[in-house]
């Protein structure tokens, strides 16, 4: 009889993933991680049209998106924001994942925390949780400015704090944001409370742009950190449209 397949928690999945992110802002090189979605070919023009409106509402964490056919479906890869993470570990930043979560957006501002699930805690991603249970109302916040979003929050060493800024206005730059706060040392953000001597960084959701198709009842199947895809096989949206 075969020997049952061990947990693996979130957390570790995201650690590793990260140890693997090599993507460089200055050449647009290397891998990133992402999410994996799968529509029917008929839906995919229906889908682009609805990522395209997320990203320029700034609810997304990069525009570069992959497609690949595969029979009557298209699988796409988009930016997971736990990328940015793989990135500051690179510069030597020690970032920790902490959870994930519905934010709540008044006048296009995120306020709080409502729902979060810790990395640590669970075996299923919580963007994909709280995602699956309609939770969101992204559409919402596209057209009023008041909704719920999905988002993350990480933390990291007070005294990196410098080194995050440069490090995410660079990946600005090159159009990879979506960061909603960057907090200051011990001080809660968005609601949650940051582990002392820590800095927390809030993070929208790629999987904003899979909510979103939901809401306006297209059918998508969905993994979030899925996997790595190489910068260089994907496409600016903008092509794509």
Same mark, same amino acid.
């Given at each position: 009889?075969?020997?049952? =397949? &061990?947990?693996?928690?979130?957390?570790?999945?995201?650690?590793?993933?990260?140890?693997?992110?090599?993507?460089?802002?200055?050449?647009?090189?290397?891998?990133?991680?992402?999410?994996?979605?799968?529509?029917?070919?008929?839906?995919?023009?229906?889908?682009?049209?609805?990522?395209?409106?997320?990203?320029?509402?700034?609810?997304?964490?990069?525009?570069?998106?992959?497609?690949?056919?595969?029979?009557?479906?298209?699988?796409?890869?988009?930016?997971?924001?736990?990328?940015?993470?793989?990135?500051?570990?690179?510069?030597?930043?020690?970032?920790? &994942?902490?959870?994930?979560? #519905?934010?709540?957006?008044?006048?296009?501002?995120?306020?709080?925390?409502?729902?979060?699930?810790?990395?640590?805690?669970?075996?299923?991603? &919580?963007?994909?949780?709280?995602?699956?249970?309609?939770?969101?109302?992204? #559409?919402?916040?596209?057209?009023?400015?008041?909704?719920?979003?999905?988002?993350?929050? =990480?933390?990291? &060493?007070?005294?990196?704090?410098?080194?995050?800024?440069?490090?995410?206005?660079?990946?600005?730059?090159?159009?990879?944001?979506?960061?909603?706060?960057?907090?200051?040392?011990?001080?809660?953000?968005?609601?949650?409370?940051?582990?002392?001597?820590?800095?927390?960084?809030?993070?929208?959701?790629?999987?904003?742009?899979?909510?979103?198709?939901?809401?306006?009842?297209?059918?998508?199947?969905?993994?979030?950190?899925?996997?790595?895809?190489?910068?260089?096989?994907?496409?600016?949206?903008?092509? #794509?449209?």
């Amino acid at each position: 009889m075969n020997s049952p =397949q &061990p947990l693996v928690f979130t957390l570790a999945r995201i650690e590793n993933l990260m140890q693997q992110v090599s993507f460089d802002p200055a050449k647009m090189m290397g891998k990133i991680i992402t999410n994996t979605s799968l529509v029917n070919k008929e839906d995919i023009g229906e889908t682009l049209a609805v990522f395209y409106d997320t990203i320029q509402s700034g609810l997304s964490v990069s525009p570069m998106i992959r497609l690949v056919e595969e029979g009557e479906k298209v699988r796409i890869k988009t930016a997971c924001s736990l990328s940015i993470c793989g990135i500051l570990l690179k510069r030597g930043i020690p970032v920790r &994942p902490k959870g994930g979560g #519905l934010i709540e957006v008044v006048e296009r501002e995120p306020t709080r925390f409502t729902d979060m699930l810790m990395y640590w805690a669970t075996t299923i991603d &919580p963007i994909d949780v709280l995602t699956v249970q309609g939770l969101t109302d992204i #559409l919402g916040m596209m057209r009023t400015g008041n909704g719920r979003i999905l988002g993350n929050l =990480q933390e990291a &060493p007070m005294v990196a704090r410098d080194r995050i800024e440069e490090t995410l206005e660079m990946l600005a730059s090159v159009e990879f944001t979506g960061v909603l706060e960057l907090g200051e040392p011990n001080m809660d953000v968005l609601g949650v409370s940051v582990e002392r001597d820590h800095v927390g960084i809030s993070l929208v959701g790629g999987t904003n742009l899979v909510a979103a198709a939901r809401e306006c009842k297209i059918n998508v199947e969905h993994e979030s950190i899925s996997d790595l895809t190489d910068i260089s096989l994907m496409k600016h949206i903008d092509e #794509l449209i």
